[in-house]
């Protein structure tokens, strides 16, 4: 059964970081994309970013192209988003997700289980 756990989300002030983790369990991690969404109260959930299952393709929503990095570790079954210069409107649930294929996309039809999610919240 795949299972993806989310971590490191918190309360943050404005122009700090954070790092979210999701660890994965029940698939070959290796062979797929991965993805990070968010919802944030009242909205749709939104891509964020996405890497292939070599993490030698990444892609961006163009809110957060420039302060936030994804990258994984296929070793380790586990995927990042470092989250620099952070602002309020970055405030959501944040959401991992396994692509149906090798290379993650933005849309969230592309994407077969999700995590729990992990709150974000960034004070101003």
């Known amino acids: 059964q795949v299972q993806l756990v989310e971590s490191g989300g918190g309360l943050v002030q404005d122009v700090g970081s954070l790092r979210l983790s999701c660890a994965a369990s029940g698939l070959t991690f290796n062979v797929y994309g991965m993805g990070w969404f968010r919802q944030a109260p009242g909205k749709v959930r939104e891509f964020v970013a996405a890497?292939?299952?070599?993490?030698?393709?990444?892609d961006y929503a163009d809110s957060v192209k420039g302060p936030f990095t994804i990258s994984r570790d296929n070793p380790k079954n586990t995927v990042y988003l470092q989250m620099n210069s952070l602002k309020p409107e970055d405030t959501a649930v944040y959401y991992c997700a396994k692509s149906r294929g090798t290379y993650g996309r933005s849309g969230w039809t592309d994407y077969d289980y999700w995590g729990q999610g992990t709150q974000v919240t960034v004070s101003s």
């Open positions: 890497i292939s299952w070599r993490g030698d393709s990444t």
